[in-house]
């Protein structure tokens, strides 16, 4: 029984799936069926598994398994290979906080300016999240006896902050003269993020397998997003000239 549940969320991760759920939530609102989406620092999978919808995924590496939803696109974030308003939406996950400050805000303008319906944004931000990234990065060295590189990015060149990044988003609009609706949305638990990810670094088999089995509680965790949070989701509806 256990596996025949599990098997239906086939390369499903449940905190990669708590930051993609609401993303999903809104695209099903926002979405026709022809629409197009764009995905920047999808990785092999991205969104794919959580949408089951074809997306265009942008990195600068991909594994050797790709999801056979997504079409995998070698391209950098601050130069993205289209045309103005190629897709309907443009979406990343995680990603700025990876970037040099210097390139996070070309980014943003990249999104926007090849996105035509709207843009989503997901991104670890603020104080809290901050000491969690600390926390979480000297449990890992614990465990595994090395530094987890997305953990060291995070503490090299800090956390976006949430005004910053209203402010590119409004700048940037404006100046391309379109018209949206920013709204902005707390994402994950930071208590939650950390136990699960408590599990799922400590190498114990019965701690991971916790982790994995605790798919069975989506349905609920999937709400726990009140204060203090680990994640802020813009969702940026661009209205029609």
């Given at each position: 029984?256990?596996?025949?549940?599990?098997?239906?969320?086939?390369?499903?991760?449940?905190?990669?799936?708590?930051?993609?759920?609401?993303?999903?939530?809104?695209?099903?609102?926002?979405?026709?069926?022809?629409?197009?989406?764009?995905?920047?620092?999808?990785?092999?999978?991205?969104?794919?598994?959580?949408?089951?919808?074809?997306?265009t995924g942008v990195d600068i590496a991909f594994g050797k398994r790709v999801h056979p939803l997504l079409k995998p696109v070698?391209?950098?974030?601050?130069?993205?290979?289209?045309?103005?308003?190629?897709?309907?939406?443009?979406?990343?996950?995680?990603?700025?906080?990876?970037?040099?400050?210097?390139?996070?805000?070309?980014?943003?303008?990249?999104?926007?300016?090849?996105?035509?319906?709207?843009?989503?944004?997901?991104?670890?931000?603020?104080?809290?999240?901050?000491?969690?990234?600390?926390?979480?990065?000297?449990?890992?060295?614990?465990?595994?006896?090395?530094?987890?590189?997305?953990?060291?990015?995070?503490?090299?060149?800090?956390?976006?902050?949430?005004?910053?990044?209203?402010?590119?988003?409004?700048?940037?609009?404006?100046?391309?003269?379109?018209?949206?609706?920013?709204?902005?949305?707390?994402?994950?638990?930071?208590?939650?993020?950390?136990?699960?990810?408590?599990?799922?670094?400590?190498?114990?088999?019965?701690?991971?397998?916790?982790?994995?089995?605790?798919?069975?509680?989506?349905?609920?965790?999937?709400?726990?997003?009140?204060?203090?949070?680990?994640?802020?989701?813009?969702?940026?509806?661009?209205?029609?000239?």
């Open positions: 029984m256990i596996l025949r549940f599990l098997s239906k969320f086939k390369d499903w991760d449940i905190t990669v799936g708590l930051r993609y759920l609401p993303v999903v939530a809104f695209l099903k609102r926002q979405r026709k069926e022809q629409d197009s989406i764009l995905e920047i620092g999808s990785g092999s999978f991205g969104i794919c598994p959580y949408l089951q919808k074809k997306v070698y391209a950098r974030t601050e130069k993205l290979p289209f045309k103005n308003n190629s897709f309907d939406f443009v979406l990343s996950m995680d990603l700025l906080e990876h970037l040099p400050v210097k390139k996070r805000k070309l980014m943003v303008k990249e999104m926007i300016r090849v996105g035509r319906k709207g843009i989503i944004l997901g991104v670890p931000s603020g104080f809290w999240a901050g000491l969690a990234d600390k926390f979480l990065n000297w449990y890992y060295f614990q465990t595994h006896k090395e530094k987890l590189n997305f953990l060291t990015e995070h503490l090299k060149y800090s956390l976006p902050k949430k005004k910053e990044m209203k402010s590119w988003f409004v700048d940037e609009l404006s100046r391309r003269n379109k018209k949206a609706k920013i709204k902005i949305y707390n994402n994950t638990n930071i208590l939650l993020l950390i136990f699960l990810l408590i599990l799922g670094f400590s190498e114990n088999k019965l701690l991971c397998r916790i982790y994995r089995y605790s798919l069975f509680l989506f349905p609920t965790l999937r709400l726990l997003n009140f204060p203090p949070v680990y994640r802020k989701l813009f969702f940026v509806k661009i209205e029609k000239k």
